[in-house]
């Protein structure tokens, strides 16, 4: 079965850095587009990031774009996001999501979702 | 940025009720619009997607409607495992903007 599992989280100072990664199995992860998405501590979901089955295209929500980098690595079905620049605003957890496409847009849902890693930045 | 506006914020309301959950779109995002479930302390999971397709294995009280701006969420009777908080999401352009979500509680 589909499964998707993060890690790497943790406690930070502001101004660090961390790399969050996601295990995927039960599919191939090739064949699928990937984004990770936040939740901040008793607050929305907010989408961060996605990118491409062959990491052609990736996007980003201003609020990380230029500080956080998506990647991926098909040949060991894993999921990465480098995070810098750390700030307390950052502070959420960190979910990996399975992307499915439309008729006419590349990502259409997200249909299968990791637990989620917390990751902490405070000084 | 598209901005997602659900309503309620939260409600309340008792077994076998008839629930609607409103999302509205800042400008048209077509049929893309996706519904999500979290339950307290897990991440979520997804009910509807592309407006009104039922994904997989969900129980088929769940209905979605609606295009361009305005969409709903029906639950047709409600149960006590539906306690949780729902979201919906555009994916029409990016950013992928989620509403503010709705907390639902049973009576």
């Known amino acids: 079965q589909v499964q998707l599992v993060e890690s790497g989280g943790g406690l930070v100072k502001p101004g660090g850095s961390l790399r969050l990664s996601c295990a995927a199995s039960g599919f191939s992860l090739s064949d699928y587009y990937m984004s990770w998405i936040r939740q901040a501590p008793g607050k929305g979901l907010e989408w961060v990031s996605y990118?491409?089955?062959?990491?052609?295209?990736?996007d980003y929500a201003d609020s990380v774009k230029g500080r956080f980098t998506i990647s991926r690595d098909n040949a060991d079905n894993s999921l990465f996001l480098q995070m810098n620049s750390l700030r307390a605003e950052d502070t959420a957890i960190y979910y990996c999501?399975?992307?499915?496409?439309?008729?006419?847009?590349?990502?259409?849902?997200?249909?299968?979702w990791g637990p989620g890693v917390l990751v902490t930045v405070s000084s | 940025d598209t901005q997602m506006t659900q309503s309620p914020s939260s409600l309340s309301a008792s077994v076998g009720d008839r629930v609607t959950i409103t999302c509205r779109a800042s400008q048209s995002v077509t049929n893309y619009l996706n519904w999500y479930q979290q339950k307290s302390g897990t991440a979520p999971n997804l009910l509807i997607y592309?407006?009104?397709s039922l994904q997989t294995g969900v129980p088929s009280r769940f209905s979605g409607s609606g295009s361009g701006t305005d969409f709903t969420l029906t639950i047709s009777s409600l149960q006590p495992e539906d306690s949780a908080t729902y979201y919906c999401?555009?994916?029409?352009?990016?950013?992928?903007?989620f509403g503010q979500g709705t907390k639902l509680e049973i009576k």
């Open positions: 999401q555009q994916t029409y352009s990016t950013p992928y903007t």
């Open positions: 592309s407006a009104s």
């Open positions: 999501a399975r992307v499915r496409g439309g008729s006419g847009l590349p990502v259409n849902y997200f249909d299968f």
């Open positions: 990118v491409s089955s062959l990491s052609s295209f990736t």
